[in-house]
């Protein structure tokens, strides 16, 4: 499995069937083997992960609860489809997670969390120069550098829920790059932004680095849909 998908791929040898089952289709969903909108039908999901229909059903409903699959009444469950609103929604709803979490830790980061960060965005930023041809969404690697540089901005927060919020926010917004910004056209305009990124982070100007943060993130807006959110802070 991916490394970018985090616990799913050791939830996978969970012996909690459930969490199994959980993190066998979230996989699936961020990896575009199941595309928005297909039907979940439980047994074929037991016959391809063989896993029971319990199982399956429960972990169905972690997913329902991560905002990566929909329960359609009666018929079941569905991969969560994707539209405008709610990428906005999504973009909205990170901006107030994780300026939230990067203010706690500009304010908390210790030296550890700063060279956490600098040794994320060298991973990230050495991966892109190296081979830009593929590093993009979907390739492994990157998606795994990518997601650990925005995560190290907010390990400091002291919060677990904030970065779970993160992570799932994160997933759920990553379908959306997945399918529809599979290339990055402009390698070196890439790492510049997120070299700025972390320099005004750790400058700890945390007026600049809320700004800088909710720029970069309604970029995923933009660019798939030609539009911006339009929130405060």
Known sequence: MSKLFGNAAELANSEILSERAAAFLEHDILAGTWQPGDRLGIQALSERYEIGATPLREGLSRLVARGLVSAVGQRG????????????????????????????????????????????????????????????????????LHKSFHRSLLE????????????????????????????????????KQHKLMADIVLSRDADRAVAELSAHLRQTLKIVYGSSPTIGR
């Not at 991969?79 to 908390?108: F, G, H, M, N």
């Not at 600098?118 to 998606?143: C, I, K, Q, W, Y």
């Not at 779970?164 to 379908?175: F, I, N, S």
């Open 77 to 144: 469950f569905r991969v969560a489809t994707v539209s405008e609103a709610d990428l906005s929604d999504i973009t909205q709803v990170r901006i107030l997670v994780e300026c939230e979490a990067l203010c706690r830790s500009i304010t908390s980061g210790s030296d550890e969390w700063e060279a956490g960060i600098l040794s994320s965005l060298h991973r990230l930023v050495r991966s892109v120069e190296r081979d830009p041809e593929t590093m993009r969404e979907g390739s492994a690697e990157f998606d795994h």
């Open 156 to 191: 400091a927060c002291g919060s677990e829920r904030l970065l779970r919020l993160h992570d799932d926010l994160y997933y759920q917004a990553y379908r959306y790059r997945r399918t529809m910004m599979s290339r990055i056209v402009d390698h070196e305009r890439f790492i």
